[in-house]
């Protein structure tokens, strides 16, 4: 019971937690898990320190990456990775700040499908782009993994997907949740 109570009390460290399952394979300074995670460089370094001391996390070499040997490794990376990523209508809300949608597509780490070709794509018209990295940013720090988007026109929507567009009929017809659809493709 030790092991959950130091687990589950903290925003930073679930952020932390979701960075590192999502990112096994790597090794993170504390300036980099702050980074990414988009939180405070103490509140990760504390993190770290209590996730290291209950072995769930390696430190060598002034690194921390997930320890594979930790007892309950598999159950916890189920339980980070199977959590909603973020609240689909919190995404929809900050998404609708970028210009006039049509049509959004969550697929990849917002629905635990790995090897998809897109996390978001989002059609729409006159997206300003900067916005748009901003609100993936702080998504990015959430979902504890670089998003892969795609935004198109209208215009390149329909045109493509009357070319039977490889990409757009995979998004299409793979595993997906549609946040908006102001296109009818359902």
């Known amino acids: 019971m030790e092991i959950l109570e130091e687990l589950f009390n903290s925003k930073t460290r679930a952020k932390v ?3 590192m399952f999502r990112n096994p394979e790597k090794g993170f300074r504390v300036k980099q898990v702050a980074e990414r995670a988009r939180a ?3 509140a990760v370094r504390r993190e ?3 996730l290291k001391e209950i072995k769930i996390v390696n430190y060598r070499n002034k690194t921390f990456s997930i320890n594979p040997g930790f007892n309950f490794h598999n159950e916890l990376k189920n339980l980070v990775l199977r959590s909603t990523p ?3 209508e919190k995404i929809l ?3 609708k700040k970028i210009g006039k949608l049509r049509l959004v597509i969550l697929s990849g780490v917002f629905i635990n499908i790995e090897n998809s070709r897109a996390d978001l794509f989002v059609v729409g018209e006159n997206i300003r782009k900067k916005k748009l990295e901003t609100i993936l940013q702080n998504l990015e720090a959430e979902v504890g993994k ?3 988007y795609v935004t198109m026109d209208l215009n390149e929507f329909k045109y493509r997907k009357n070319m ?7 998004m299409l017809e793979g595993p997906k949740q549609i946040l908006l659809d102001r296109i009818g493709i359902e």
Request: aromatic fraction near 16%; charged fraction near 45%; avoid cysteine.
């Open 17 to 19: 937690l979701k960075l």
């Open 93 to 95: 809300k900050q998404l």
């Open 164 to 170: 039977f567009d490889k990409f757009v009929l995979e």
């Open 86 to 88: 973020v609240a689909k």
């Open 40 to 42: 405070d460089y103490f």
């Open 146 to 148: 670089e998003i892969d």
């Open 48 to 50: 770290l320190d209590k």
